[in-house]
């Protein structure tokens, strides 16, 4: 019998899948874990049990399927939970974030993903994302007035990679700004351990500002700008999947761990293309060996995910903003370019994404709510003008 073994190529595909996907988002979940007042030692275990709970995702459906399947946390969710978890309590964000994975497996025990997607205009669910994460293009600059060396430092490093390798621009600029931290003094080095930590369990608490204004809105995001990229990027790279299987599969897991500060598992993108690129396998029908490597160290990063908590923790904070804003900055162009493409929606977009973005909260409930609600009515008058 021929003995396995994994091309060196395959295995850095999967590696590489994971660092970017850490390094481009880590520091947004330690945001929004700290927006609703969890503890380092809280978010070290949320960080491990997202690291174990996206191995399993990953490893569970590469295996079942022989296919290049890559799970992820969804950062535009982490991005929208970074602003609006202020003043809410860590009993109902978890609350918030088992509303949100019941809501995604509905969605795919009743096939009504594609049909829901339909329900509000893509250009609306663009505008509020962008509203979202203006906030964090806004703070990563603003924030070299008084870190000019650091962040000017991490800037310049993101502008030269995305040049010459923009793939791992958010690595490189990652790794420049640990440097710069170190040289500088900046990083409190007595408040790293690389000791293991457990997950707390936090029992769910549901209020129905918190659902409505957070959970609610945070569903969409997840599901307009990771899932369906994401379902997407697999298709384009000819792997076709049942979708209602995926969303079961990741939602039910999410939904599981949520108590133990799974956010999300959601449907890779960016990083899964990483794995279901000819550079992973020359061989379509083996790439699903470098998902099955990204599980394996998906796995690994859940184990030390008590380091990378810390890690974030002993770093400046001008560190994770500047990191986290770069790291979103082709999210939000993005997010600008679709919102506005459609000329006869573009008034209804712009004032969805000002609502958003200017933090307007009524009744508890968030401004990505009523950004959506004000798009919606906006939408539904200027049709009815045009007819």
């Given at each position: ?83 609006s978890l202020e003043g809410v309590s860590l009993n109902e964000a978890i609350g918030v974030f088992m509303f949100a994975s019941a809501l995604i497996v509905l969605c795919g025990v009743t096939g009504l993903f594609a049909r829901l997607m339909k329900v ?212 939000i162009s993005g997010s600008l370019w679709q919102a506005l493409v459609n000329e006869s929606e573009r008034d209804a977009t712009v004032v969805t994404f000002l609502v958003t973005a200017s933090g307007f909260a009524l009744w508890g409930i968030s401004s ?20």
């Amino acid at each position: 019998m021929r003995a396995f073994s994994l091309p060196l190529p395959t295995l850095l595909a999967g590696f590489v899948g994971v660092l970017v996907g850490y390094a481009s988002s880590a520091a947004i979940i330690w945001q929004a874990a700290h927006a609703a007042g969890a503890s380092p030692e809280v978010i070290a275990g949320w960080m491990t049990m997202l690291g174990i709970g996206m191995g399993v995702s990953t490893l569970v459906l590469t295996l079942w399927f022989r296919a290049p399947v890559l799970t992820a946390w969804s950062t535009p969710g982490a991005a929208l939970l970074a602003t609006s978890l202020e003043g809410v309590s860590l009993n109902e964000a978890i609350g918030v974030f088992m509303f949100a994975s019941a809501l995604i497996v509905l969605c795919g025990v009743t096939g009504l993903f594609a049909r829901l997607m339909k329900v509000i205009p893509h250009s609306l669910a663009a505008a509020m994302l962008a509203g979202i994460l203006l906030r964090f293009g806004l703070q990563a600059f603003s924030t070299m007035q008084d870190h000019l060396l650091l962040c000017g430092g991490m800037f310049i490093a993101w502008l030269l990679a995305k040049a010459v390798a923009p793939r791992y621009a958010i690595v490189v600029t990652l790794l420049v700004g640990l440097l710069l931290a170190a040289v500088s003094g900046n990083i409190a080095t007595d408040a790293v351990s690389i000791a293991p930590v457990l997950p707390t369990f936090i029992a769910p608490h549901f209020t129905f500002s918190t659902l409505l204004g957070v959970g609610l809105p945070f569903f969409l995001v997840t599901m307009a700008s990771q899932n369906a990229p994401g379902i997407a990027t697999m298709q384009a790279a000819g792997y076709r999947l049942p979708v209602s299987t995926l969303m079961v599969v990741t939602g039910g897991i999410a939904l599981l761990l949520a108590p133990f500060g799974v956010f999300s598992i959601c449907i890779a993108a960016i990083t899964a293309a990483i794995c279901q690129s000819p550079d992973a396998h020359p061989d379509a029908d083996k790439r699903w060996l470098a998902a099955a490597a990204a599980g394996g160290f998906y796995l690994l990063a859940g184990v030390a995910g008590g380091s990378i908590a810390t890690l974030l923790t002993a770093l400046p904070e001008a560190w994770v903003v500047m990191l986290a804003g770069l790291a979103l900055l082709g999210t939000i162009s993005g997010s600008l370019w679709q919102a506005l493409v459609n000329e006869s929606e573009r008034d209804a977009t712009v004032v969805t994404f000002l609502v958003t973005a200017s933090g307007f909260a009524l009744w508890g409930i968030s401004s990505a709510f009523w950004g959506l609600v004000a798009g919606g009515v906006s939408v539904w008058l200027l049709r009815r003008r045009a007819v």
